[in-house]
C-alpha cells in the first residue's frame, strides 16, 4: 500500500515546524522557542514564539523600535523564499503567497502560506475505520 509513505496531517506540521526551526538556527543564528503549524485545505498557518533575534531586542530594548522594526522586516525578506522552499518541497504543492508578520513586544511571528492546492496527507487512523466501516472484519479491526 502507499498510504503509509503519505503522511498524516499532524506529521507535516511537526516537519515543516522543525525544518523552520533549523532554518532560522542556520540562517538567523537564532532559534525560535517554538513553532506551531496548521494547515487546512490550501492554507498553512505558522506561529513562531520568541522569533526575534538579539540585535533586534537589543535595538528595540535601546528605544530604536523603528529600526528594529526595519531590522526584522529586512530579515523576513531575505528568509522567505527558504521557508517558501522548504514548504513546497515538504507538501509537494506550490505556495502562491507567503504573508508575514511579527510583534516584537511580544516576540512572536505569523506566517500563512496560500497553496495552490490542498496537499495529499493521509487522514487518520479514525477516518480510516469509517471507510472500513462495511467490511466484514471491521469489528474485530481494533
Not at 506566517?111 to 480510516?128: D, V
Request: hydrophobic share 35%; aromatic share 0%.
Amino acid at each position: 500500500m502507499t498510504t503509509t509513505s503519505t503522511p498524516t496531517r499532524g506529521q507535516v506540521e511537526r516537519t515543516i515546524a522543525q525544518g523552520i526551526q533549523a532554518l532560522y538556527r542556520e540562517s538567523l543564528g537564532h532559534q525560535p522557542n517554538k513553532v506551531t503549524c496548521q494547515l487546512s485545505e490550501q492554507n498553512l498557518v505558522i506561529l513562531l514564539e520568541d522569533s526575534i533575534t538579539q540585535p533586534e531586542q537589543l535595538l528595540a530594548q535601546t528605544g530604536r523600535q523603528e529600526l528594529a522594526e526595519q531590522v526584522h522586516s529586512d530579515l523576513d525578506i531575505a528568509i522567505q523564499p527558504k521557508i517558501k522552499a522548504l514548504i513546497e518541497e515538504i507538501l509537494q504543492v506550490t505556495v502562491v503567497d507567503l504573508l508575514s508578520d511579527a510583534t516584537l513586544e511580544t516576540g512572536r511571528t505569523g506566517i500563512i502560506a496560500l497553496l495552490n492546492e490542498p496537499p495529499t496527507i493521509r487522514h487518520n487512523a479514525s477516518a480510516s475505520k469509517i471507510k472500513k466501516k462495511g467490511s466484514p472484519t471491521s469489528k474485530s479491526d481494533s
